[in-house]
């Protein structure tokens, strides 16, 4: 690595243009996004196999799905994917700090996010709908347990990429504060927000899912 | 811009509209998921009007998960294998 700054513009040895480094990156940035679709893959399976091997215990253990705050999260991350949105469109059109506006309003709504899922999670572990044996809830039909072990894991891994994805527009937004974005070159923030999108694609599955399945 | 605003409009009321057919059946309200997974796709991430290597990429994913997804739904589905759980 070179001691020079690496901005957006920077031309790396292998390639010849700004414009050939950026569409690589794109098509890296897809390839990355599909093969994060395919870690979700396996437990969307697991949940198919169980709730079809148990369809009267995960009816019954949907039943004490906070269905309102799983719902007030759906509207929260589809507006995050707006203004996510609007922050790429911000920077199109030379605008620095409507980009890092909307990246901070996107970053409230991810934290949000968050906070509201760790309040859904505390309630449920308090009435005794935990994970594997530590599930102590009583009355539900044998099998409910697995409802909730895979609750966990879609959502608790789900919840790591909306944190992973606040990390990454704090941090786009701090190189949008500091110019890093130009209206002709800004593939790091594409990328970036590529990312928040894909946290949003997989909650707009994990809702119905998880929630509104009964 | 305004093509942002009414993908979301689309999505709010897409999503308000399966928690009213929430209940009714599962096809339903993942055909719905399935509508606003597109319009995120395609309008917030652009797929809509870029390269066709960007579109190939990600929807091998998607018909792969689809695939297995199916494919397990179709094994565990049409026999009787799951047994009473032991926790």
Known sequence: MSHSVVTSTTVNSQYDSIERQHATARVG????LSSESLLFAGLLALFTAYRISYPIAFHAAAEHANIMLGTINTYVLLTSSLTVALALAATERGRRRATVGWLLVSIALGATFDVLKIVEYAQHLH?????????TATGLPQGAVLYFTLYYLLTGLHALHVTAG????AYLAVRARH??????SHVVLECGALYWHLVDLVWIF?????YLLR | MKRYFLTWLALVALATLSLFVSGTSIALSLA?????????AAFFM???????IHRIAFIAAVAFIVLLILG???????????GPYVP
């Open chain 2, 72 to 82: 397990v739904a179709g094994d565990v589905g049409t026999r009787d294998l799951a």
């Open chain 1, 127 to 135: 009435e005794g709908f935990a994970f594997g044996h530590y599930f």
């Open chain 1, 166 to 169: 606040i990390i990454v527009l």
């Open chain 1, 29 to 32: 940035m897809w390839l990355f």
């Open chain 1, 179 to 184: 110019g890093a974005f130009t209206p002709e």
């Open chain 2, 32 to 40: 719905i998921a399935a509508i606003k997974a597109a319009l995120v």
């Open chain 2, 46 to 52: 652009h797929l809509w009007d870029s390269r066709p």
């Open chain 1, 206 to 210: 994990l809702w119905p899912m998880l």
